[in-house]
């Protein structure tokens, strides 16, 4: 999708253990949504760090779940191939749609023609991709989201624990003995930088809806979460980091920005300003499948500051609680408008299948 950038948001996630957190060392990171903290050598010393991958992982699995308890078949099916959950094939179709990735794949096998074209489409494979993978991505689509890795800010960092014991708290594999395993303990802090580009309204709520259950500690990391481990707590830093100002921040690069008011902040449908096709398409519904109504009025007191190529805006405290709300409403109302299967099919794209 768009090759210019129109706009960001960023800011540090803060993440503080509120109880033990296991780390295993010298074991690369797993992916998928089981995190493990691992150790790296900085500062001097062994010291523990959330990987970013898996603190995205963890992050998409929560929004999968929420997106799908607020509409099924909405969000995409994530672990697909994996026929452990054959069992649950039924309950999976009435909440998931296809996989996003898979289903591109499909499309394209056998037909190299379809498969040049599609992977040339990013407009397409954006407007037929579900939320979730528009914001964290696909095989197909890159994502949104960067979440860099969360290195330790304060705390006494870990403890060491006995490998069996530890090994009878994970239940882990019989192999998991061999490493060596430690504690995180509570009240150590992390942290990470988040980063959006091209984000449309409904993706800073998505974002905001796990910032707020990670702030209410509803979101639990790392190994042994069945056993009453991982427990942590979210907040946004409000100290400047690497030149860019504590707190949420949002940025336009100057000079391409005139468009945008003072007043308002876009998303990136505003600034395609899609408008849909005479006939036939889903009202506001554009060509890579964005909304024109794609932006929200901001509270006052939220100016523009130049800084370098960047005007940035700068959320926090109350201005901040209004754009999490607003945000929040853009992503519930998105996905109850979101089309469903058949309406964004690839028979609507134009790609002259057969
Ligand atoms: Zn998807």
Redesign the pocket.
């Known amino acids: 999708m768009l090759k210019q950038l129109v706009n960001e948001a960023r800011f540090r996630l803060r993440i503080t253990t509120t109880g033990p957190l296991l780390v295993r060392s010298g074991i690369p990171t797993v992916s998928g949504p089981d995190m493990t903290p691992v150790l790296t050598f900085r500062n001097g010393r062994q010291e523990p760090f959330l990987p970013g991958s898996s603190l995205k992982g963890v992050f998409r699995s929560h929004v999968e779940k929420i997106v799908a308890s607020l509409r099924p078949r909405v969000?995409?099916y994530p672990f697909t191939g994996d026929e452990k959950e054959e069992a649950n094939l039924e309950e999976r179709r009435r909440t998931y749609r296809d996989?996003?990735g898979e289903s591109f794949n499909r499309e394209v096998r056998n037909d190299d023609q379809r498969r040049r074209q599609l992977e040339a489409r990013t407009d397409e494979v954006y407007a037929r991709?579900?939320p979730?993978?528009r914001l964290f991505g696909?095989t197909w689509f890159i994502g949104r989201l960067s979440i860099g890795d969360a290195y330790l800010v304060s705390g006494l960092f870990r403890e060491r624990r006995d490998g069996v014991g530890i090994d009878r708290l994970t239940g882990g594999a019989a192999h998991g003995a061999k490493f060596e395993l430690e504690v995180i303990s509570e009240g150590v802090t992390f942290e990470s930088t988040i980063h959006l580009r091209n984000f449309e309204i409904w993706q800073l709520g998505m974002l905001f809806v796990v910032l707020q259950d990670l702030e209410d500690g509803l979101i639990r990391i790392g190994s042994g979460r069945s056993r009453g481990l991982g427990w942590v707590k979210g907040s946004i830093g409000l100290e400047e980091h690497e030149g860019w100002p504590g707190g949420f921040v949002t940025a336009t690069i100057r000079g391409s920005d005139t468009r945008e008011p003072v007043h308002e902040l876009w998303g990136v449908g505003r600034w395609l300003n899609e408008r849909p096709a005479a006939g036939g398409e889903k009202p506001g519904w554009g060509r890579y499948g964005t909304w024109h109504d794609d932006f929200l009025a901001l509270p006052a007191g939220v100016e523009r500051r130049p800084r370098g190529i960047r005007h940035l805006r700068v959320f926090t405290d109350e201005v901040l609680a209004q754009l999490r709300e607003e945000a929040i409403q853009h992503f519930l109302r998105r996905v109850q408008q979101w089309p469903d299967e058949a309406e964004i099919a690839p028979a609507n794209s134009g790609g002259g299948r057969s």
Do not use: L
Request: contains cysteine; proline residues 0%; aromatic residues 0%.
């Open positions: 969000v995409c996989s996003c991709s579900c979730v993978c696909s």
